[in-house]
């Protein structure tokens, strides 16, 4: 999915609002941040392995923010089913 494709689509949010999402089974896809610290986003991204939900970290924080049109970087963000 690109970055296009995200502005589009309904989508969370961050780590927390992502973990939600993803323990109600509402995600089809997660975007991790690459330049996001590993600590916050290993845990996700072994989660969504384990449930079979696609992750893509090709894409800084900066422009997951900006795509999501927020004024921050987003470390995680989940386009919604």
Do not use: H, W
Not at 39 to 61: F, H
Request: glycine share 10%; aromatic share 2%.
């Amino acid at each position: 999915m690109t970055l296009e494709n995200l502005k589009k689509a309904q989508r969370v949010i961050g780590i927390k609002q992502v973990t939600k999402a993803i323990s109600k089974d509402q995600v089809s896809c997660v975007f991790l941040g690459a330049d996001a610290d590993g600590r916050v986003t290993e845990p996700l991204k072994d989660i969504c392995i384990g449930r079979g939900i696609p992750v893509e970290a090709v894409y800084t924080m900066g422009e997951l923010g900006k795509t999501c049109s927020i004024e921050v970087g987003a470390a995680a963000v989940a386009v919604l089913k």
